[in-house]
């Protein structure tokens, strides 16, 4: 195994490797010319540097930032605005641009991504953020599972359609849906089966007639006849868990629990 920076001069280059949540994969080197390692061409980006890299042996969340000119092509503003790199894997480490051999220094998913029109910037979560996560569920008056998700015991298939994209308004961040809406879709999630925005799921936050206003922005390049994957939303409430879905044994919440208000309540005398 190669022992980097072991002499005064050494012929070492930065690289990063992002992993989409959509299948897309991307490489970049510090280097001055493009690296072909690993089976990803890292393309050279010598105006990304790492700002910070920090690793300890503690339990709280290692850091790190990247900062970089949008001006390279495979990172496009558009695909930042529109959330393609949320929660995206990446990789960091060191190559050996004459023989190739590489390290991984620093690995986790990609937080918040700053744009100011020029430039980006980008925090990382290692892999040690999930040990932030609450081990036990705090009490809470509506239902705490995902819908169709782990505990609530319902088929996602069942309050699933589908459905296509007739016309798109970008003023309103809406699109209009061929056929019949189910009528539980507010606070539903859409998904898009093709185009730029390929898997993301978006929130659905209106709904008039057949138009659907999302939480995120859609990208200029959605198509008409786009399929989409339209799942109903659900209000996360006892009512509608036992009237709407008959699923009341399932309910994940403690809507009857008294809250911190009745400790600050004064006693009254029943004499």
């Known amino acids: 195994m190669k022992v980097f920076f072991d002499r005064e001069l050494d012929s070492v280059a930065t690289f990063w490797r992002i992993l989409r949540r959509d299948g897309v994969a991307l490489g970049f080197t510090s280097h001055d010319r493009n690296l072909y390692f690993g089976g990803i061409c890292h393309r050279a980006a010598p105006g990304m540097l790492p700002a910070a890299i920090r690793l300890s042996s503690r339990i709280d969340d290692d ?12 990172i496009r503003a558009d695909e930042l605005r529109t959330g393609l790199y949320d929660a995206a894997s990446i990789l960091i480490g060191v190559v050996d641009w004459e023989t190739l051999q590489n390290h991984v220094l620093y690995s986790g998913a990609l937080g918040a991504i700053e744009d100011n029109g020029r430039s980006f910037s980008a925090e990382m979560r290692s892999a040690k953020h999930v040990l932030e996560a609450d081990i036990v569920p705090r009490t809470s008056p509506t239902c705490r599972a995902l819908f169709c998700g782990p505990g609530c015991g319902l088929s ?73 994957e339209l799942l109903e939303g659900c209000d996360h409430t006892l009512v509608t868990c036992a009237e709407r879905f008959q699923n009341s044994k399932n309910f994940r919440g403690e809507p009857f629990l008294p809250g911190n208000d009745l400790l600050a309540r004064y006693g009254r005398s029943t004499g």
Not at 163 to 184: F, M, Q, W, Y
């Open 63 to 74: 850091s790190a930032e990247v900062e970089g000119a949008l001006s390279h092509d495979a």
């Open 156 to 228: 996602r298939t069942r309050f699933m359609t589908r459905h296509r994209v007739i016309s798109v308004d970008l003023e309103k961040n809406a699109v209009e849906l061929s056929g019949t809406l189910p009528e539980g879709v507010l606070d539903g999630e859409l998904r898009f089966l093709e185009g730029p925005q390929t898997g993301k799921a978006f929130g659905i936050l209106a709904v008039d007639g057949t138009f659907v206003t999302l939480d995120e922005a859609i990208a200029d390049g959605l198509a008409i006849e786009t399929a989409v």
